[in-house]
């Protein structure tokens, strides 16, 4: 969704946390490229999933699973694996398979929808977090995948919540998230007047969360067919059932850390695959540097 303005409704919504037993459950995948070969490129997809109940927190690790993704196989790969997570009447493939720049990104979000789906399924009674918004009709996630997901979710008596680090939304030039409210925390403030354009749908509503004493807010986006009660009372259920240190639910915190790779991973994957499969792994040169030596990384870098 493009950068936009958008309107609040005041006053924010004052939370209390509610006690009683609720299942949290969360999950994330991450992606990375373990390394280039003379045809494409070694990458590494890992999913987590985390249940927090009876104030005890489980946790499903998936992976890591290893791809060498060339331009000869890229298709095969891509469209076997939607074929394998989703129902092919939902033709998910309407975007096309992506170039092979493109690919880590996509197989870690088509893994992901697949996580979210199958936790959708086997949570009863509970607040699913997902990583990021609940916008749809993206290539990564197309329409029919994401309402499947919600619509799994709520025949379980369930509730998502996405919570979002990131947001281009703004109010008078400021970013949602940094709106100076004195109000004093939990509290959700609603944003209102949303109309992205098409193919682009929002299957939420879109709030601000400060959920916990601090600087930091993120935007919260709970599923659209919730009723306007069910939403308040889904947010005080995970006040009361989860940590929420920096208004970031711990569940979510820990279905990232479980799924990131670490540096040693990392080079026994490289080790793994040039034993086994004889892969020869090449170092290209850094071009920037190269060309302009310590004028090649740009403002940031600096």
């Known amino acids: 969704?493009?950068?936009?303005?958008?309107?609040?409704?005041?006053?924010?919504?004052?939370?209390?946390?509610?006690?009683?037993?609720?299942?949290v459950a969360a999950v994330d995948t991450s992606v990375i490229k373990i390394g280039e070969t003379a045809t494409g490129a070694l990458i590494a997809v890992r999913g987590a999933s985390i249940m927090k109940q009876n104030k005890?927190?489980?946790?499903?690790?998936?992976?890591?699973?290893?791809?060498?993704i060339t331009e000869e196989n890229k298709h095969e790969?891509?469209?076997?694996?939607?074929?394998?997570?989703?129902?092919?009447?939902?033709?998910?493939?309407?975007?096309?398979?992506?170039?092979?720049?493109?690919?880590?990104?996509?197989?870690?979000?088509?893994?992901?929808?697949?996580?979210?789906?199958?936790l959708a399924r086997n949570t009863k009674n509970g607040l699913i977090l997902f990583d990021g918004s609940l916008t749809a009709g993206t290539p990564d996630t197309p329409i029919q995948i994401m309402r499947q997901i919600l619509t799994t979710a709520r025949k379980g008596g369930n509730t998502?919540?996405?919570?979002?680090?990131?947001?281009?939304?703004?109010?008078?030039?400021?970013?949602?998230?940094?709106?100076?409210?004195?109000?004093?925390?939990p509290y959700l403030l609603e944003i209102e007047s949303l109309r992205p354009k098409a193919p682009i749908a929002l299957m939420?509503?879109?709030?601000?969360?400060?959920?916990?004493?601090?600087?930091?807010?993120?935007?919260?986006?709970?599923?659209?067919?919730?009723?306007?009660?069910?939403?308040?009372?889904?947010?005080?259920?995970?006040?009361?059932?989860?940590?929420?240190?920096?208004?970031?639910?711990?569940?979510l915190r820990l279905a990232h850390i479980f799924c990131t790779f670490t540096a040693n991973e990392v080079l026994a994957m490289q080790h793994f695959t040039t034993r086994r499969y004889g892969l020869r792994l090449v170092n290209r040169p850094d071009m920037h540097s190269l060309l302009f030596g310590p004028f090649g990384r740009g403002e940031y870098y600096s």
Request: charged residues 20%; aromatic residues 10%; positive net charge.
């Open 204 to 251: 939420g509503d879109v709030y601000v969360a400060k959920l916990a004493n601090g600087s930091y807010a993120f935007r919260l986006d709970i599923d659209r067919e919730a009723s306007a009660e069910g939403k308040i009372r889904a947010v005080e259920q995970l006040l009361g059932n989860d940590l929420l240190s920096q208004s970031y639910p711990e569940t």
């Open 160 to 185: 998502v919540l996405a919570f979002s680090k990131m947001t281009t939304l703004r109010v008078n030039g400021r970013l949602i998230t940094d709106l100076p409210l004195e109000n004093e925390p």
């Open 56 to 68: 005890r927190y489980h946790y499903t690790r998936l992976g890591p699973f290893i791809f060498h």
């Open 77 to 118: 790969v891509y469209n076997m694996l939607q074929r394998t997570y989703f129902d092919s009447s939902l033709n998910p493939n309407h975007h096309g398979c992506p170039n092979l720049q493109q690919m880590p990104t996509r197989l870690a979000s088509l893994f992901e929808r697949w996580l979210q789906s199958m």
């Open 1 to 23: 969704m493009n950068t936009q303005a958008v309107r609040i409704r005041m006053p924010p919504k004052t939370l209390k946390p509610r006690h009683e037993q609720t299942t």
